[in-house]
């Protein structure tokens, strides 16, 4: 007779919930969770345990926003303006100002900060996890982790999200 419980070494395959999961990972319960997504948000997974408080997370927030207001690109637009502008220099004129923004956030932080932050926090189309981003710095995780909490603080105090 065969024993129908599950063997907790065997990999759990993840449920496919969209289409854009059919690319998950597996995961052993050995590494710490059943399933793992490659798509998961750095901030809010850091948020949830327990690394970072909430003005941190805002301002990890509040630098991403700008940042993808700052590479949006400009569609030719219909609209007649009475003022005399030029269609689509709203748009232009927010990217400007969200591009300013960002620099003068990441300017608040020490340099060594800045790439970390760059590599953790900003790049939407290839996030890096922890892991990645002290691989790709040659860095200990913790010491990558430690880092990126504290660059998280300096934008909250730059924001005036601070305590």
């Keep these: 007779m065969k024993d129908d419980t599950p063997d907790d070494t065997a990999p759990q395959s993840p449920a496919i919930i969209t289409a854009l999961h059919r690319?998950?990972?597996?995961?052993?319960p050995a590494a710490g969770a059943p399933k793992g997504y490659r798509r998961i948000d750095r901030l809010q997974w850091l948020k949830d345990h327990g690394a970072?408080?909430?003005?941190?997370?805002?301002a990890g927030r509040r630098l991403q926003e700008d940042w993808q207001i700052s590479k949006l690109e400009n569609a030719p637009s219909m609209q007649w303006t009475r003022s005399g502008a030029t269609p689509g220099s709203t748009l232009s004129d927010a990217k400007l100002d969200a591009g300013k923004r960002v620099k003068a956030a990441l300017s608040a932080l020490p340099p060594e900060l800045v790439t970390l932050t760059c590599l953790f926090l900003l790049p939407e189309d290839h996030p890096f996890s922890l892991e990645r981003v002290a691989a790709k710095v040659k860095e200990d995780k913790r010491a990558v982790s430690f880092a990126i909490r504290l660059a998280l603080t300096m934008l909250a105090r730059h924001y005036g999200y601070a305590m």
């Design 23 to 28: 690319q998950d990972r597996l995961l052993s």
């Design 52 to 58: 970072i408080g909430d003005h941190q997370l805002f």
